[in-house]
Structure formats: C-alpha cells, structure tokens
C-alpha cells in the first residue's frame, strides 16, 4: 500500500457544478502536498498544496487518487531535492 486515497465527487443537481476537495479539510488527512489522479480518465493532473476544484457535469460522478507527495524536514519534496542534488 502507498497510502493512496480514492475520492469521489458526485454532482445530484440539475447543473454543472465546480466542486472541490482538500485532504487536510475532507479527509482529516496531514497532506499538504499531494499528486491527484482522475481513476476514469487514467490522467495525471499535477501536484497540489491547495484545495483541487474541477467541474463535474449534472449526473456526473468523478473519482480520483491522491498520494501524498514525501517531504523533508525542510519542506522540500524528496524529487525537488534530488533533481537540485543533480544539477
């Protein structure tokens, strides 16, 4: 297990909706820099520090995976660090 999580917005209304999601809000999880995935669509959308938003269609579900991204104690992720020590 990677510490992935599965989240799924579902839009009931008439409308399309923005809507949006943080782990650290949502899911009570301590990420503050994470990579989201959208499962139906097998596409990475980037890495994020805040709250994702995306629009869903009326009727629409989307599910997405988020992982935690590895950071040190001076913040940096662990990729930023090694790319720097590349160089």
Same mark, same amino acid.
């Given at each position: 297990?990677?510490?992935?999580?599965?989240?799924?917005?579902?839009? =009931?209304?008439?409308?399309? *909706?923005? +809507?949006?999601?943080?782990? =650290?809000?949502?899911?009570? *999880?301590? +990420?503050d820099r994470f990579s989201v995935r959208d499962l139906w669509q097998h596409r990475d959308l980037g890495v994020y520090d805040i709250p994702v938003t995306v629009e869903v269609q009326s009727h629409e579900a989307r599910v997405f995976r988020i992982r935690q991204l590895a950071t040190s104690a001076n913040g940096r992720s662990a990729d930023a660090q090694t790319a720097a020590a590349a160089r």
């Open positions: 297990e990677d510490g992935s999580q599965a989240v799924l917005l579902l839009n =009931r209304g008439a409308a399309t *909706a923005e +809507m949006s999601f943080s782990p =650290r809000r949502d899911l009570q *999880a301590p +990420m």
